[in-house]
């Protein structure tokens, strides 16, 4: 079983930034590709960004250019660096592991509100 503890969540004004950062009990996290979703009121979950254990990276198209997800394979962390936030980008934004066809381990959720 593995365990996914986000953190860095919050209240920040339109226009600033925050890193969310995603803990993985895992020694073989290195082979783990690695997201960030998002879930809004009313909406579905959503994928956010996503990397894979090469370091490849993908984004959903409303955060390209102001969201960058990384990877430390020797911290087992993963990190979503959000930038130029919007009040649409408000949610609860949950960390995802998967290896290969196995099953998706998911974290608690943190909350951002960006809000004036």
């Known amino acids: 079983q593995v365990q996914l503890v986000e953190s860095g969540g919050g209240l920040v004004q339109p226009g600033g930034s925050l890193r969310l950062s995603c803990a993985a009990s895992t020694s073989i996290f290195s082979i783990f590709a690695m997201g960030w979703y998002r879930q809004a009121p009313g909406k579905q979950r959503e994928l956010v960004a996503r990397?894979?254990?090469?370091?490849?990276?993908n984004y959903a198209d409303s955060v390209k250019g102001r969201f960058t997800i990384s990877r430390d394979n020797a911290k087992n962390m993963v990190y979503l660096q959000m930038n130029s936030l919007k009040p649409e980008d408000t949610a609860v934004y949950y960390c995802?592991?998967?290896?290969?066809?196995?099953?998706?381990?998911w974290g608690q959720g943190t909350q951002v509100t960006v809000s004036s």
């Open positions: 995802n592991g998967v290896r290969g066809l196995g099953p998706n381990y």
């Open positions: 990397i894979t254990s090469g370091g490849s990276t």
